[in-house]
């Protein structure tokens, strides 16, 4: 979801997806070469799918079925790994909980 600042400008870009697979490419720019690929889908805030699949850079190591904070845009090129490389979305957490309005809606087991 977009995050806005008081003069309604967009600062970053965050969401919250699945990790639903992997992607193998020998061909690729040489910035992403040694660098894991994962498919995700976009879920909701309980952690239910929502959104088409994406591919994503990994800096945290996820796993299949991780419930996963990434960054997008110019945001997503703001790690040491995705500094300078040719990326529209990285994997910058692995979720071990989530909480909405006081209740846990999903708790990594």
Do not use: C, W
Request: charge should be neutral.
């Amino acid at each position: 979801m977009p995050v806005f600042d008081g003069n309604h400008s967009k600062l970053f870009h965050m969401l919250i997806a699945k990790v639903i697979g992997t992607t193998v490419s020998t061909i690729k720019d040489e910035k992403l070469t040694g660098r894991k690929l994962l498919i995700l889908r976009e879920t909701n805030e309980r952690g239910d799918p929502t959104g088409k699949p994406y591919v994503a850079v990994d800096t945290v190591d996820a796993g299949i079925g991780d419930l996963v904070l990434t960054a997008h845009g110019s945001s997503g090129r703001q790690t040491a790994i995705t500094k300078d490389t040719p990326v529209d979305a990285v994997i910058m957490a692995v979720i071990d909980h989530l909480v909405v309005e006081g209740k846990v809606v999903y708790k990594k087991g």
